[in-house]
């Protein structure tokens, strides 16, 4: 069955860096995009980042020139680097596929001094 691992979340300072991992299986990795999303608390859930299967990029202008998505197609994972942390990136990060149809159980990001 289909299965994403979300991993690296944590609590960081203002200007800190993480890194977020999703581990998939159950499917074909490389046939598909793959996404980051995030839900902040009383908020909607917010598009992040995609990365193609070609390994093109796309990122929400909130996140842009901080974080860097990539991928691994030998090791089925998807990450997500996150520099230059601000206290409005705390949220529960998410990654998916690209049909949006299959979720990972999400990893708490809380950035606070």
């Known amino acids: 069955q289909v299965q994403l691992v979300e991993s690296g979340g944590g609590l960081v300072q203002p200007g800190g860096s993480l890194r977020l991992s999703c581990a998939a299986s159950?499917?074909?990795?490389?046939?598909?995009?793959m996404r980051w999303y995030r839900q902040a608390p009383g908020k909607q859930r917010e598009w992040v980042a995609t990365?193609?299967?070609?390994?093109?990029?796309n990122y929400a202008d909130s996140v842009k020139g901080r974080f860097t998505i990539s991928r691994d197609n030998a090791k089925y994972t998807v990450s997500l680097q996150m520099n230059g942390l601000k206290p409005e990136d705390t949220a529960v990060y998410y990654c998916?596929?690209?049909?949006?149809?299959?979720w990972g159980q999400g990893t708490q990001v809380t950035v606070s001094s």
């Open positions: 998916c596929r690209g049909y949006e149809d299959y």
């Open positions: 159950g499917f074909a990795f490389t046939l598909y995009d």
């Open positions: 990365i193609t299967t070609k390994g093109s990029t």
